[in-house]
């Protein structure tokens, strides 16, 4: 099955820097990629995700890229703000007809320092 | 437009115990998924029901069970609670059809504890 492995761990970053998460997934299948963030004791939110036949997505301060050759995504967020902070979860997924399953990476804790 | 609504939002019940959790999608959604999210472990995709049918299942032992109606309300069913089974429980609904409108939207979860 699909395995997602996300980097790093945590992430502290001085307010106004840029912020980079990596991750990686193991099945040349997969074809959606979603970010999700999610702030202390609250559900996960989607802020952007891309497709197998996109290279980059923004959106505002928020930017994803996808490399299908080597499996690799990221998310990039820039002028980072204290509110930025949470955690934040990649997923990789197959979405034919037959399969809605996410596999998410482990998390990346973000710490955004004032 | 209302959100992934899941109840109770928290659950205390004792090993062996067995537990019922609830979900009601977004209004137009088919596809209902169930994730355990722990400390240790992360978001584990535990089953998708579409249709009311089975459309997907994770690793996860034969204790862990769903089921959707028609209105495409979903049921989890965990039985013979183990300490382990501790998680906040979400659950996350989408269109569930074509390849496009493949968005996820989460419930707020049901966090339990087994003690």
């Known amino acids: 099955g699909e395995n997602v492995e996300q980097h790093p761990s945590t992430l502290s970053v001085q307010e106004g820097d840029s912020a980079v998460i990596k991750c990686t997934y193991s099945d040349s299948a997969s074809n959606y990629f979603p970010w999700y963030k999610q702030e202390l004791g609250k559900r996960p939110q989607l802020i952007i995700d891309i497709r197998s036949n996109v290279g980059e997505k923004k959106d505002q301060r928020i930017a994803v890229t996808l490399n299908k050759t080597a499996k690799h995504f990221s998310l990039h967020i820039t002028e980072t703000q204290p509110e930025d902070s949470a955690v934040y979860f990649c997923?990789?997924?197959?979405?034919?007809?037959?399969?809605?399953?996410?596999?998410f990476g482990s998390g990346t804790r973000l710490q955004v320092q004032p | 437009k209302a959100g992934v609504t899941q109840t109770p939002r928290y659950l205390i019940k004792t090993r062996g115990q067995q537990v019922t959790l609830s979900c009601s999608p977004i209004?137009?959604?088919?596809?209902v998924s169930w994730y355990q999210q722990t400390p240790g472990q992360g978001l584990q995709f535990l089953f998708e029901y579409f249709s009311e049918t089975q459309r997907n299942k994770g690793n996860f032992p034969g204790r862990f069970s769903g089921r959707q109606f028609s209105n495409s309300r979903s049921e989890m069913n965990v039985s013979t609670l183990e300490l382990g089974d501790s998680a906040l429980y979400l659950c996350?609904?989408?269109?569930?059809?074509?390849?496009?409108?493949?968005?996820?939207?989460f419930g707020q979860g049901t966090r339990l504890t087994v003690v």
């Open positions: 997923a990789a997924s197959l979405t034919d007809t037959g399969r809605r399953a996410l596999t």
């Open positions: 209004s137009g959604h088919r596809s």
């Open positions: 996350a609904s989408s269109l569930g059809t074509g390849t496009g409108h493949t968005e996820a939207f």
